[in-house]
């Protein structure tokens, strides 16, 4: 349980970036302002969920992975060049699972506030790990 806890957390904190990542590559590419977000009243069926905690394990990983290569002694270039690394291959695993970035934004930014919509997906990780 504290490994799903610990995904959705870092989830969140991914979403985050990766937003922030697709909003400025978004309005580079057009001057006309973007599509509002997604509201809480949005409803997520089960099998976007499932592909949800499917990336969010996925993303889980390359954190991981790119926060074990932190040394502590990177420059300031080196630390964006291993940012950029890390996005680039969460972006991948994301896209991998079936699921845009923007959405998977969405459901983890979603998580956070929506108590009913977080049980889901814990249940649902939950269904997933003990079938692994």
Known sequence: MTKLVKSLVMSLAVACTLNFAAQAAQETKEAAPSSAPMTQSQDF??????????????????????????????TPEKMQQIQQAAQTEMV??????????????????????????RSRVLDIAKTQNSES
Do not use: P, R, W
């Not at 390359?62 to 040394?71: H, P």
């Not at 699972?97 to 983890?108: D, M, P, R, S």
């Open 92 to 117: 991948t695993e994301i896209e991998k699972t079936g699921l845009e970035v923007q959405t998977y934004t969405t459901i983890a930014q979603l998580v956070q506030t929506d108590e009913k919509l």
């Open 45 to 74: 069926d089960d099998a976007t969920l499932e592909k949800f905690t499917v990336a969010m394990n996925a993303v889980s990983d390359v954190a991981d992975k790119y926060q074990s290569e932190l040394k502590g002694d990177e």
